[in-house]
């Protein structure tokens, strides 16, 4: 009885932690799902952009990206974010600062 307990325990803990990944899964899996736009404000020479698009590879994320030092569209979003690094991501309305793949699934999953 006890390993029955200790099991949803875990469960739970493990829900808990997750519980942005499963929310965006759930979202995803409903007909008619619309995922909001991503925007990557990034540089082509900084590294944490890169492990930005890589996650979104990984994840089959949709974006648009706008390089801030070469895009006028792109360096005006950025001046009007205040941002002073990259990366900065859009999810709908929401701005993620800096690398931040939990951040960005988390934004996903309340849209």
Not at 18 to 32: F, I, V
Not at 59 to 84: C, H, M
Request: one cysteine or more; glycine letters at 10%; hydrophobic letters at 40%.
């Amino acid at each position: 009885m006890r390993y029955v307990a200790l099991l949803f325990l875990l469960g739970g803990v493990f829900a808990w932690q997750h519980q942005g990944d499963l929310r965006l899964a759930w979202q995803k899996a409903q007909p008619g799902y619309q995922p909001p736009p991503v925007v990557l404000l990034a540089t082509g020479w900084c590294g944490y952009c890169k492990k930005m698009r890589e996650y979104f590879a990984e994840q089959n994320i949709a974006y648009t990206e706008y390089d801030v030092e070469q895009d006028a569209r792109g360096q005006q979003w950025y001046e009007e974010l205040g941002a002073d690094g990259v990366p900065v991501v859009l999810v709908g309305a929401q701005v993620i600062y800096g690398y931040d793949p939990d951040g960005v699934s988390a934004a996903l999953a309340v849209q």
